[in-house]
């Protein structure tokens, strides 16, 4: 049977609120005398700061499940009084956080250098960690308890018997090789049933180490349960280099026995990922911190995709526009003259379609420690062993009223930005049965204390283009559950703490995945337009739908001045064409492709209709646009040059091009900008418009 409920309900939190007033009021006062000033009386006021602030947090959950007809009798202004006394233990939480962050003022010695990069506190960098923790965790806890208000009673008690069942499956068949000793990085208060609590210092036994980063360890009184592994470091300096050395070779192990996916694959030859991974391990003790913190979720990683930009061009849409050379270097794997039509010959590929990002749910939030300056989904053609084309970047928004939430595609005045649109083509001539495209959803963030930037993953998923027959999958809407660590990993989960508190039941089991992040994308086919302009661009390319126009132009153009009016076919001299020199600097400058695209627009909607079917006419229209808008911006000195995620470099860069494109319809080109003395445009050698393939291939291809 279920528990009664109080007769007043309501009246019984009041009262609690005020006995845990008066336990407030105690301990503020006491943190004001000189005897807290000791190191034994901070830790002892600190302890019991935690202790209220979770009963203040129970007290707050209590009175969101309280409803009006919980009340036996007639209750005047319910609501009113429920939202004072909500008001009310928001106050005392945050007399309590106040607290606790002076306490961890009082003791608090600033980071260096080396100790955020081995992972490495002192005692007095964990008080201030942990106050810090405190502060972050009580934010990300209320969205928490809403969002379990409905099943948290239902649960408590399962939990506890799920929790003894799996302890005696350990106890069963414990792994020798994982009990190892570990030491205590800081105080641990368990938050539900099954997990250990330990203080600082404590060497632990553990006696399985889980993938999720919750770990099963043993005190020296006997008691067993999950700890976060981020709190631990090996006991000794010896076990330490030991056990480093023992997850990098599991790691390895891992990375080329699976996929993605879950298939098997051979040994891996000329991936990019090892190179990847060393990067990577540089910054995972940054992570650590982080997570250790309470900053971010245990399964954020280091964005693996943002680390393969950074490489080099080889990943970049510039890399996959450029013409390819077939082996004998004399002519044009990819680019073939069509002369019937009159321009370059159409190239179908066995993938070619739409993929629309909807939106993400349930993306775990992090805390307050550090700010988020970009969330945005970053998507390739992946083999389940390496990146197979572009990494094309999709940012997202979301709202205030639903931060777990993204969206993309927004609705907004004019012209939407490139970089915001869900609409992206696929394009792969790849043979491999494994092919389907990686998502990787990521956050661009900066740390408050330090001023560090980064990128982190929030989460990957990877979507099979093709069935176990080697039928495409068919064109509908797909909700993809993702995954936590990186596409190298298995068995991570983006937020350990949801399926942690699954339930056996049918009904909690559909609540749990309801909770989990999702990723939802939908499959469209082409139709005619647009299979015409995918049709003209690389056999390999992923981007955006909305400048595929564009690119078509570009190659169309490139098709005439490398095929049709150069002279001698075997001449290798460079070619003086500005737009070609130029136009791929444009696919790492999205404001000012979008600036293009406007300007495109608008001189085309000003076309006769006998201009828009003379295929001449129009690339000559478009050059014509291209040298008034896009070339004077790329070599503008008032133009900052372009920064991710820097809100207000954007800003001065997007003012800049909307006042330049203003100017330019006033006068009616930008002829009179560029010969104006007042030296708003760099100067440049002919070098700089003047395009050469073969320094562009043997570029691409280093």
Known sequence: MLARRPRDPLQAVRRRGQELKLQVDSLLSESQSKGSLEPSSRRDLYQRCVQLKQAVDENKTTLQKLSKADEAAPVANYNQRKEEEQKFLDKLTHQLQE????????????????????????????????????????????????????????????????????????????????????????????????DLTFQKGEILLIIEKKPDGWWVAKNAKGNEGLVPRTYLEPYTKDKEDQESSEEDSEEAEEATDETADGAQVKQRTESHW?????????????????????????????????????????????????????????????????????????????????????????????????????????????DGNKVLSNIHTVRATWQPKKPKTWAFSPQVTGILPCLLDGDCFIRSNSSSPDLGILFELGISYIRNSTGERGELSCGWVFLKLFDTSGAPIPARTYELCLNGGTPYEKGVEVDPSVSRRAHSSVFHQMLTMRRQPQLLVKLRSLNQRSRNILSMLPETLV??????????????????????????????????????????????????????????????????????????????????????????????????????????TEAARWKIIADFLKQTRENEGALQALLSPDRVHEPFDLSEQAYDFLAEVRKNST
């Open 99 to 194: 607290l606790a962050v002076s306490i961890g003022k009082e003791s608090r010695t600033e980071y260096t250098n080396a100790s955020c990069r081995t992972g490495a506190f002192t005692e007095k960098e964990e008080d201030e960690d942990s106050s810090e923790e405190e502060e972050e965790d009580d934010g990300e806890e209320g969205e928490e308890e809403e969002e379990e208000e409905e099943e948290e009673s239902e649960e408590s008690s399962g939990e506890e018997e799920e929790s003894e069942e799996e302890e005696k499956q350990r106890n069963e068949s414990p792994d020798p090789a994982a009990r190892k000793e570990y030491i205590a990085l800081g105080d641990f208060t368990a938050q539900q049933a099954g």
């Open 274 to 382: 090892s190179a990847v991974r060393k990067a990577i391990s540089e910054q995972i003790n940054t992570v650590d911190v982080l997570t250790t913190m309470g900053a971010i979720p245990s399964g954020f990683r280091p964005s693996t995709l943002a680390q393969l930009l950074e490489e080099g061009n080889q990943f970049r849409a510039s890399y996959f526009l450029q013409p390819e050379l077939t082996a004998s270097q004399l002519a044009f794997r990819d680019l073939m003259w069509d002369a019937k039509a009159g321009t370059i010959r159409s190239r179908p590929s066995r993938v070619s379609l739409v993929l629309t990002l909807w939106s993400c749910k349930m993306i775990p939030l992090p805390g307050t420690s550090i700010q988020v300056l970009s969330r945005h989904v970053r998507l390739c053609l992946f």
């Open 543 to 648: 981007g955006s739908m909305c400048s595929s126009h564009l690119l078509m132009f570009y190659r169309q153009i490139l098709g005439d001045v490398l095929l049709k009016e150069r002279m001698n076919l075997q001449s290798a001299d460079l070619i003086s064409h500005p737009m070609l020199a130029t136009f791929p600097k444009l696919l790492e400058q999205p404001d000012v492709m979008d600036a293009l695209r406007s300007s495109w627009a608008e001189k085309e909607s000003t076309l006769k209709r006998s201009e828009k079917r003379d295929r001449e006419v129009l690339k000559a229209k478009f050059l014509l646009v291209y040298h008034d808008c896009a070339f004077p911006l790329l070599h503008s000195t008032f133009l900052p040059p372009f920064r991710w995620a820097e809100e207000e």
